[in-house]
């Protein structure tokens, strides 16, 4: 496999479920984020990883909990969601330093809480 | 301020149209600039790195100008295949800090 895959595509849960969003990453890149898309919004930055540390936490909620336990993989825990969290949930890789090559993102999980 | 504004949508052309979207960003210390673009419900995907001298790709061209801290990209010819959403993404350090704005919505039409 190549790029940046994401499991699942689709995921529907109800607000009192626990859910993980997957996300791997085979470009040996040392970097992985999550990002938030809502409809008509630009992608909020949630967390970063460099180098399998955690380096940033955008203020997000803490019913988001990520994991990051290699450099090649990365979670998203979720827990009591609330309908607004529902939106598409990108996973982005890069090579930190490395300026002008950008990210690659995952298809994306499209989350649905009901 | 948002930190990297672009121009509101929705943009309409016709085929074979020239067509130029704007961004401005608010960090003068940015490094790295891009342009993605984002097909309805599928993930951004980088469209050209942004560099200082301008450059080109086929019918795109995107220009940088630090001092006015704005970007631009030029579609040529447009082709029904350009419709998609563009967005403005412009990296604050170390190329692991990226802003997105929030897209330019282009729409050819034949």
């Known amino acids: 496999e190549t790029g940046v895959t994401q499991t699942p595509r689709h995921l529907v849960m109800g607000m009192t479920n626990k859910k993980s969003l997957k996300c791997e990453q085979h470009?040996?890149?040392?970097?992985m984020y999550w990002y938030k898309q809502s409809a008509k919004k630009p992608l909020e930055l949630m967390f970063v990883?460099?180098?399998?540390?955690?380096?940033e936490n955008n203020s997000v909620p803490s019913r988001f909990s990520p994991e990051c336990p290699n450099s090649s993989h990365l979670f998203l825990h979720l827990h009591t969601l609330q309908p607004e969290d529902s939106a598409l949930y990108l996973c982005?890789?890069?090579?930190?330093?490395?300026?002008?090559?950008?990210?690659?993102f995952g298809s994306g999980t499209r989350l649905t809480v009901v | 301020r948002k930190e990297v504004e672009q121009d509101p949508g929705p943009f309409n052309v016709p085929e074979g149209a020239t067509v130029a979207f704007n961004c401005t960003y608010s960090n003068s210390a940015s490094q790295s600039f891009f342009w993605y673009r984002q097909d309805c419900r599928k993930e951004p995907k980088l469209l050209m790195s942004v560099y200082s001298s301008g450059n080109e790709d086929g019918r795109f061209t995107a220009q940088l100008n630090r001092a006015s801290q704005y970007i631009s990209l030029l579609i040529r010819d447009s082709k029904l295949s350009d419709s998609a959403t563009y967005l403005c993404?412009?990296?604050?350090?170390?190329?692991?800090?990226?802003?997105f704005g929030a897209g330019t919505r282009l729409t050819v039409k034949p």
């Open positions: 982005a890789s890069s090579q930190v330093s490395t300026a002008g090559y950008g990210y690659t």
């Open positions: 990883y460099s180098l399998e540390e955690r380096v």
């Open positions: 993404v412009v990296g604050e350090r170390n190329n692991n800090d990226m802003r």
């Open positions: 470009l040996g890149h040392n970097a």
